[in-house]
């Protein structure tokens, strides 16, 4: 089959770095595959693993030339299928190739809530079987959890890593790769883990790696100056986005984060503690996993603040026998669980049945009509006002 695959954009994030490689995995077994996103760092994750790519406009929101484009790809591409990442691209494509062209479409959402207005009527992907459960008015809903390329994402020399990083090799290394926004209260983890690390730096030769960048990247930096200024050594090491932070993954004795970035973590047989919104902080372990399988490596707590998050780093800082045997199971999880084989398996599968359906979805008009009005009442309730006040 001819699949078009649209990321919301190639910059950093789980999302986008999912969308390119299941396109990658698809392309293996067999099927031809159409990169339609905008130009971003990751374009380099593309070049590197030789799709085909089409420049877009930017996806993030709503544009008519962003589905005119997409409808004339498909229609000179002869796409079978589009495959769309998030709201805005999902519905730009139901309204152009799907609604005007016939063609088989496939949403993925890999936020943290799936948006009403989405068409019903859609094979719905999402991340976490809480909103497998969660998503009943989508008459075709899956789950396929964020994978893991276990092969390249493997444990490697912790001390080769750390000299490629120009880190001590005998520091307490804790590693956080992700978005620097106030979206999914990301920030304010970070802020946290800088504030637990000032703490331990007074007893501890401990360093904070930060990988990452985005609209919170000042207020980030500030508070890693101070930290260093206080300590007048590096405490919080800054590295900006990098377009692969696996060596920073694999340098660490343990990482913080959330979603498919400590799931890549784990895959580098590192102890995890995902740092969620309001204050939610909780060390990835055996009793714990049931609860993440279940709602995502991420978690919501009462706002008081992220409370245990310098006594989990302080015991795994105090023993590294339990940072290896946490380690090594974490990695047996993803490997079970997460491979990216396994999903690209599950995917084709899903692009199967949607093919399937093609012209013979009862209620697909509808569906549309329905979006729309969700789609409206979004946009002037939620984000006219956003940019008016901007």
Same mark, same amino acid.
């Given at each position: ?175 956080? *790769?992700?978005?620097? $926004?106030?979206? #999914?209260?990301?920030?304010?983890? &970070?802020? !946290? %883990?800088?504030?637990? /690390?000032?703490? =331990? ?33 590096? *405490?919080?090491?800054? $590295?900006?986005? #990098?377009?692969?932070?696996?060596? &920073?993954? !694999? %340098?660490?004795?343990? /990482?913080?984060? =959330? ?132």
């Amino acid at each position: 089959m001819r699949v078009i695959v649209c990321p919301h954009d190639t910059g950093m994030g789980g999302s986008q770095i999912n969308a390119i490689d299941l396109a990658a995995a698809v392309r293996q077994r067999g099927h031809d595959v159409m990169l339609y996103a905008p130009p971003g760092p990751l374009l380099d994750r593309v070049r590197a693993l030789d799709l085909d790519w089409t420049a877009s406009p930017p996806g993030l929101r709503l544009s008519a030339a962003w589905t005119i484009g997409l409808v004339r790809l498909a229609r000179s591409w002869h796409a079978d299928l589009v495959h769309t990442y998030e709201w805005a691209p999902s519905v730009g494509a139901a309204f152009g190739p799907h609604g005007l062209l016939g063609t088989a479409q496939v949403m993925t959402v890999l936020s943290m809530d799936v948006p009403d207005f989405l068409p019903r009527h859609l094979d719905l992907v999402v991340g976490t079987q809480q909103l497998g459960a969660d998503s009943g008015r989508f008459q075709h809903r899956h789950v396929i959890e964020p994978p893991v390329d276990t092969q390249q994402d493997a444990p490697r020399d912790r001390a080769q890593q750390r000299h490629l990083l120009g880190l001590d090799p005998d520091a307490f290394v804790v590693s956080l *790769v992700g978005r620097l $926004t106030t979206d #999914l209260d990301k920030v304010a983890g &970070v802020l !946290a %883990a800088i504030e637990a /690390v000032d703490e =331990m730096a007074a007893e501890r030769h401990v360093v904070l790696v930060v990988a990452g960048d985005g609209p919170e990247l000042v207020r980030v930096a500030d508070a890693a100056g101070r930290v260093n200024t206080r300590h007048d050594r590096t *405490v919080v090491e800054m $590295t900006g986005s #990098l377009v692969d932070p696996r060596p &920073v993954y !694999a %340098a660490a004795d343990v /990482v913080l984060g =959330m979603g498919s970035s400590i799931l890549r973590a784990m895959a580098f047989a590192r102890p995890c503690i995902v740092l969620g919104a309001s204050g939610f902080c909780l060390p990835v372990t055996r009793r714990t996993i049931e609860a993440f399988t279940w709602q995502g490596f991420y978690g919501v707590d009462d706002g008081s603040g992220y409370r245990g998050l310098l006594g989990f780093l302080e015991r795994l800082a105090a023993s590294p026998e339990d940072r290896q045997i946490i380690g090594i199971w974490s990695r047996g999880v993803v490997v079970d669980r997460y491979s990216l084989g396994h999903a690209a398996e599950v995917l084709t599968g899903v692009y199967s049945e949607a093919l399937a359906r093609r012209g013979s979805s009862w209620g697909g008009a509808a569906s549309l009509l329905e979006s729309a009005a969700g789609v409206g009442s979004y946009m002037v309730h939620r984000v006219l006002p956003r940019r008016a006040v901007a």
